[in-house]
């Protein structure tokens, strides 16, 4: 049962809040709380828990819209070009692994 619900649109404020027990607990995707709570340079490591796997059975999906214009097809193609080639890099692997703890099986789908 959730009671009290708080929106907050700074990361700070919400590691801030679980820290200080303003909230007992938040449910977000792991890059947000994973280095919070375990990066060398945070100053709530030690201070956060995270669970050691996802709540969900696959990670959280994020996409990128345009206006649906033709002007921004062109747009939408960099994007995608952008991702395909950014996927298997050793550049994203190491991100990963420092903001959510490891990699993440992705799928890029273009619905265009």
Known sequence: MLAN???YSEQGRIHDSVADGVVDAFAVERPIFHWAATG????????IDIL?????????????GVAATPEN??????IDEFLHGFLHTPERAEIERKWQGSTAHVLLVSAR
């Open 5 to 7: 619900l708080i929106a």
């Open 52 to 64: 050691p796997d996802n709540l969900a059975g696959q990670a959280w999906h994020y996409c990128v």
């Open 73 to 78: 097809q062109r747009l939408l193609g960099k």
């Open 40 to 47: 060398a340079g945070s100053r709530w490591r030690g201070r």
